[in-house]
Every structure is written in C-alpha cells, then in structure tokens.
C-alpha cells in the first residue's frame, strides 16, 4: 500500500538536545511539508520542498533543520535553537495540488 | 498572501442534526480548496477538494462544500450528523508561488455531536 510513515509516533527529548523526526514516502510524490500543530492554532508550515536536494523555508523554520537527499524521505531536526519544541507534528507529501497525504504524527515532549 | 479564516473553533450539534462548518478565504489568484478532518493523535485526512471545476464538491462521508466566490467562502457541511463526525476539522487553500505551491491551514473548528 502506498503511503507516507512518520516515526517515532513518540519522542520524547531532553532540553538541549537535537531530535530528528522520520518522514518516508512512497507515492512518488515531488512535493513534501513538514507542519507542526499547537492546540487552537491549526498547522503552521515549518519547511516544504518541492524537489530533491531542494526545500524552502515556511512560516516558522527558527530552530529546525531539514534534508531532501531522496525523494521518498524528508526528515526534520529540532535542534536546541528551538525553545518550545513540545508539539505534535505532521509531514505531508502531495502531487501538487491536488491535496495532500499526511503522516499519523510524531508527538515531540520536552522533559 | 492567501490566508484561511475558520468561524468557530467549536460547533456542536445534535446526532441527526445539520452540520455547517464555516470557511472563508484570501487569495490573489483563483484558489485550490480543501476541506481536511482531524481524529486524535492522528494525521489529517482529505475530505474534499475544489479545483476549479464544479461548485459544489461532494467528499467523503456524505460531506460536501460550495465554492462561492463572491463570498469567498468554501463552507462544509452534512445533512444528518452521525457520532463518528465527531473530530477536528481544517479548512485549507493552496496556491502557486514561486517554490511551488504552498498550503496554507485554518485554525481548526472542534466537531461535537450529541446523542
């Protein structure tokens, strides 16, 4: 089946740390996001890249970090730079625009 | 810059009832519009889109939206809801720009439905 896998589903961090969240992909898909989700403020865009070896900034990419090295993966690192990173956050791919898959979720705790 | 306003981020209804789930829109350029529903701690999953063909977008789970761009809104609703309606619910539009094409969510609107 095809689909788009984020792990963990759990990830827990301690302050200080950089943490690197999974996002695979096998759709074929050019176009892949990565969004984070706070209570009552939606999905706000952290990085998108449409392209191997290609990706752009969204609307809150301060303190994290992104690869496209292969068109089936797009992992994020929230590095230490982020000072609130405790959120549940969700990766996504599409064929644009057509409407995007989205991942089941990482949900990131500081402790 | 495209942008999403969702009015109410709770709406409750009896099962059986109307469900209407409100959205309206900015966008510069001819929009690409979604309606997405949330369960907990899960992803998103598409409900619907408009793409610039018919007005009136028939999703899945009986769901359905009109595209009025006169209004610029792209409301969803359902004739009779059902309890497993209950979730969270994201209006989205998308639009080109120059990296491609960027989505841009609303703020969610929570689903309650009542025995």
């Known amino acids: 089946d095809g689909g788009i896998t984020q792990s963990p589903k759990y990830l827990f961090r301690k302050e200080g740390q950089n943490v690197t969240l999974s996002c695979e992909q096998n759709?074929?898909?050019?176009?892949m996001y990565w969004y984070r989700q706070d209570p009552g403020q939606g999905l706000r865009l952290i990085y998108y890249?449409?392209?191997?070896?290609?990706?752009q900034k969204g609307d809150i990419a301060e303190g994290y970090s992104v690869s496209r090295e292969k068109k089936e993966s797009f992992p994020l690192t929230v590095t230490s730079a982020q000072k609130n990173p405790t959120a549940f956050y969700l990766c996504?791919?599409?064929?644009?625009?057509?409407?995007?898959?989205f991942g089941q979720g990482t949900r990131l705790t500081v402790v | 810059a495209q942008s999403v306003t969702q009015l109410g981020s709770h709406v409750s209804v009896s099962e059986g009832a109307l469900v209407l789930l409100r959205c309206n829109y900015s966008?510069?350029?001819?929009?690409?519009l979604f309606w997405y529903v949330q369960y907990p701690n899960q992803g998103l999953q598409l409900l619907l889109k408009?793409?610039?063909?018919?007005?009136l977008v028939k999703g899945i789970n009986g769901f359905e939206a009109e595209f009025k761009k006169s209004e610029t809104s792209f409301h969803l609703t359902k004739p009779s809801a059902h309890m497993s309606d209950a979730a969270e619910y994201f209006c989205?539009?998308?639009?080109?720009?120059?990296?491609?094409?960027?989505?841009?969510f609303g703020a969610g609107t929570r689903l309650f439905v009542k025995a």
């Open positions: 996504a791919s599409s064929n644009t625009p057509w409407g995007a898959f």
């Open positions: 759709l074929n898909h050019d176009a």
């Open positions: 890249s449409q392209i191997v070896n290609d990706f």
């Open positions: 966008s510069s350029v001819p929009p690409y």
């Open positions: 408009y793409t610039s063909a018919a007005t």
């Open positions: 989205a539009v998308s639009e080109a720009n120059t990296g491609g094409f960027k989505t841009i």
